[in-house]
Every structure is written in C-alpha cells, then in structure tokens.
C-alpha cells in the first residue's frame, strides 16, 4: 500500500530541489524548520565574503567606496519587493529603520494624532510605534487580533478616522502566519487620508510582494529570515517615490546628505532614497544579503512560494494525521490565499519537547506560550526533512 505521506514523490517532482544543495551543510541537523526566524547560509556566502575581503577590500581598499560600495544600499533589495528602481535601501535593522520611517511619516500628516496598529504585532513594532507616539504625544489604536488569525481590512476600516496619520501593519502575522489583504487596507487606509507602512520580515523572500502594486508607502522587512542575510544582517526600507521628498530622516547623518563629500556646513538631504541613510553603508554584511537575493531571483519568486505552499501544506497534512491526536492544533490558516511561509502547531507543554527535539537534531522555532513555529524554507528544505523532523515530534509526544 502506498503511504499518502511518503516523501520521496514529493522530493522527486520538487523543480527547486537542486537548490538544497548551495546551502552550507549542517551535519548533525536532521531538520531545519526555522528558516522563518534565521535562514540557512547559501554556501556561496562564505566565498563571496573571503573573496570580498581578499580582492576588494584588500586589494581595492579606499578606491573601492567609487568601485560600487557606495552604491549597494540601494542596488539590492528591489529583487524581491516588487518595487521599481529608486524606492528601497539596504540599512539599519529593522527596528532603526521601522522608527525612521514611521517618525517619517508621521511628520508627513501634521494635524493628525492617531497610529493604527495590530496588538498581536511582533514587540519591536509595536515598542516602535509606542515609542513615537511617546514621543510626538500621539495615540496609538492597536486594534484586537485573534492570534490565530491576523487583522481583516473591516477591522482597519473601523479603526481608520480622519485622525489617522499612519497604519502601521505586518504583512504575514508573526504567529498564525496569515497573510493580510495589503492591497484592500491600503486602499482603506488612503481613503481615510492615512499613510500605510508594511512590514515584510514574515514574507519578503518568501511570498510575492506587490509594493507598487498595493500602492503601498512605506516599507520594511528583516534580512537575515527568508532572505539568509546572516546573524543581524541589515534590514531593507521601502518609501515610494512620490513621498521621498517629504522623507526627513530622523537621525540625519552625512551619508544621507545630497553632497556627502562636499562637507558643506548645513545638513541637506539627497533627493532620492539615499536620504533614509545615515552613516556609512554596511557593506560586508550588505554582501552577504546580495548572494542570497540572487539565487531567489534566479529561482523565482513564484517558484518560491509554490513550493512553500506545498511544504506548508504537506505540514498540515502531517499535523493532521500524526499530531493532532496528541492534541496538537493548527493555529495557522489552512486556506493557502493566505497562509504565509510558516505554520503555528499549538499544544500546552510543547515547551518541555524543545531540548528533546534540539537533542535529536530537530529545530523548529518556539513561542510563548505553547507554539512551535514550524518554517520549512523553501529553497533549503526538503519534503524528506519535514517528515523527519515531524516524525521525531509524534515519536516525542507518544513517549509523553
Ligand atoms: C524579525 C522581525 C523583526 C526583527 O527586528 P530586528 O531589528 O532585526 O531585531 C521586526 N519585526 C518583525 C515583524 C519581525 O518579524
């Protein structure tokens, strides 16, 4: 009889399969489903980088700021962001470049007093938008989300009023996973006057992103979770073109003036995206984030998400059959419109399994107080690896 949940065919029809390959081994690893939180280095990086270090830097030194360095915040980034030239740098971590921008926008709508956000919001948002507000005497309206699910465009339209400046809003729920209909509460948010800012650390490299499409304004996202930047690599921030010169940066610094080199006595700011900048531009790290770009590009990002769905549904399926007699339940949308990258698997005590599954080379990503986050990254992960690393889950919880 032939086993529904067998892997091999999976693994064998899979178009990206030969990706697996360009990623840095780690031997004792059985299962890696925490690419959501740090993605695997592709094993081009480390060469990448000494070849940096030895030919560029070592060699070009100085000159090479002229060669391209300068340039590379903002050479990177619209590969994945469905983003025209011109609208994205590669800078700060997310949290800087997140109180940049929102404090940026914020200034951007005088008058108005308010901040709409989602209370179930990852804690560096929602510390961010709590600190400006602080800050500027605004109020925030963090709007009630049902943790499994994720905020709907009615819940912006009853929290939007002509005294919102700004929606501050993930695209993919850092929980549930669920994706939000970015297109409907843009539209939303615009028809109340409000700016909309995105951040896409749960979906940039993993989901097709349609910046310009949505008619979104601001944007922001992680480089070191589906993008495989490394450890705190930079983070990326999007401000389409029409807003950029309202920008005002609220930490100037000379690399985001308009004439760095000309050392003028007064602050003026570039025209374009450079003036979210402001110092010098990482750019080893910046290097690091280019080698993955490029092989997402090179694979698609249609491909990408294909075969995220079919990882992510082949974890509903398996959470189906061996998990949820545990007790196990899926805290994540099944529809597949809107289930993001990972999958939530919810059960109480699931905090006492973690050391066992480390233990057994098995590494899924935990949340207080009972998820584990289950994040097969597509271009890294196997059909084989998630029936492993699940399996050694049911063995865990049968023994329990
Ligand atoms: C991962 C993540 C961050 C990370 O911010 P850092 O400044 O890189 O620590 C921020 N926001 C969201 C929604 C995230 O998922």
Known sequence: MTDPLDPAPRDAGDPLAGFRDRFSPAPDVVAYLDGNSLGRPPAATADRLAAFVRDEWGTRLI???????????????????????????????????LHKLVRAAVALRPGRDGIVTDAGDFPTDRDVVGGVAAERGLRVHAVGTDPAGGITPDQVAAAVSERTALVCLSHVGYRSGRIADAAAITRIAHDAGALVLWDLSHS???????????????????????????????????????????????????????????????FTPATGIRRLLSGTP??????????????????GIDAVRAKSLALTGYVLEIADAWLAPHGVTVASP???????????????????????????????????????????????????????????????????
């Open 204 to 266: 940039a490299g993993a989901i097709p992103v349609e910046l310009d499409a949505w008619g979104a304004d601001l944007a922001v996202g992680c480089g070191y979770k589906y993008l495989n930047g490394g450890p705190g690599a930079p983070a990326f921030g999007y401000v389409r073109s029409g807003l950029q010169p309202g920008i005002e940066n609220p930490l100037p610094g000379w690399v985001g003036r308009a004439e760095p080199f000309a050392m003028e006595r007064d």
């Open 282 to 299: 990482p750019v080893l790290a910046a290097v690091g984030l280019q080698v993955s770009l490029e092989m997402i590009a090179e694979a």
């Open 334 to 400: 099944r529809e597949p419109s809107v289930r993001g990258g990972h999958v939530m698997l919810t059960r109480p005590g699931f905090r006492d399994l973690l050391a066992p599954l480390h233990a057994a080379g098995v590494l899924p990503d935990f949340r207080d107080p009972d998820g584990l986050r289950i994040g097969p990254a597509a271009l890294s992960t196997s059909f084989a690896e998630v029936h492993a690393g699940l399996g050694v889950l049911r063995d865990l919880l049968d023994r329990t």
């Open 63 to 97: 000159r090479g700021w002229d060669e391209g360095w300068w340039q590379l915040p903002e050479e990177l980034g619209a590969l994945v962001l469905g983003a025209a030239a011109g609208q994205t740098v590669v800078a700060d971590s997310t949290t800087v470049l």
